[in-house]
């Protein structure tokens, strides 16, 4: 099967990658990032839950795959290792068998425990994948609150402007001063679309990985298994047979 480390290695690589960029330009993400500290800090806060997710899909393929190898051996020692996650329907669906090490499924049975331990990687993902799209959402939702509040304090502006005053200069200071509020809003509406949709491409980039490791975990574990199955149901043909 598939080493996992190698997917760990890129997603690290990546995030090497995107901090060695951000702290390249840290001015204005630090400016980006203070227009509206709080609610940029919840989007950052989602961002690094998402990370550690995506590693921890990575991270759960290790004992099962230490699981495998062990029953692969033949030898006795599987209460030694760690009990299955992912692999846990086929560790109940070989009951007492399993600790024989010796495997005795059938077709319909293999097809079963395959589609139980997509279903669990699946579950895994959605997580991720939800993430990714609260991200966006936090972004546009930041947007939206920003405009809005940008939207608010023009109308004051406008309101508060007394163009009776025959000093011209002082309405001009006073819309000056006025505007300042509205670029606050556009500040906060700028900078959280910047930091959800960047967000949200880190994040799918090692979700991406993290799905090609868990692929290539299962498309491994398939084949093992139906290698498995296959001799062991022509074995048992052979002998009813003679």
């Not at 809005?148 to 007394?162: H, M, P, W, Y």
């Not at 910047?194 to 799918?204: C, T």
């Not at 993290?210 to 498309?219: K, P």
Request: proline share 2%; net charge negative; with cysteine.
């Amino acid at each position: 099967m598939s080493n996992p480390k190698h997917t760990l290695f890129w997603m690290t690589l990546f995030l090497t990658v995107v901090v060695i960029v951000g702290v390249l330009i840290h001015k204005p993400l630090i400016t980006a990032f203070m227009a509206n500290w709080v609610f940029n800090l919840l989007i950052l806060c989602v961002l690094l839950v998402g990370i550690a997710l995506t590693y921890r899909q990575v991270f759960v393929l290790f004992p099962e795959l230490r699981w495998v190898a062990q029953f692969r051996t033949g030898h006795a020692g599987l209460s030694v290792v760690e009990e299955p996650r992912l692999l846990k329907p086929l560790a109940r669906q070989l009951g007492e068998d399993a600790k024989k090490d010796r495997f005795t499924l059938s077709t319909l049975s293999l097809r079963t425990v395959l589609d139980g331990i997509h279903s669990r990687m699946d579950e895994q993902r959605e997580i991720t994948r939800y993430f990714i799209s609260l991200l966006v959402f936090l972004g546009l939702l930041g947007t939206f609150w920003g405009l809005l509040g940008t939207i608010n304090a023009v109308g004051q502006v406008i309101t508060g402007l007394d163009m009776g005053q025959e000093d011209f200069g002082k309405v001009f200071a006073e819309l000056q001063a006025g505007l300042l509020t509205p670029l606050e809003g556009m500040g906060t509406a700028f900078s959280s679309s910047l930091l959800g949709l960047g967000g949200s491409l880190i994040l799918g980039f090692l979700d991406i990985q993290a799905g090609h490791a868990q692929n290539r975990f299962y498309d491994g574990l398939e084949e093992w298994l139906t290698g498995v199955t296959n001799l062991v149901d022509r074995v048992s043909n052979e002998q009813e047979l003679s």
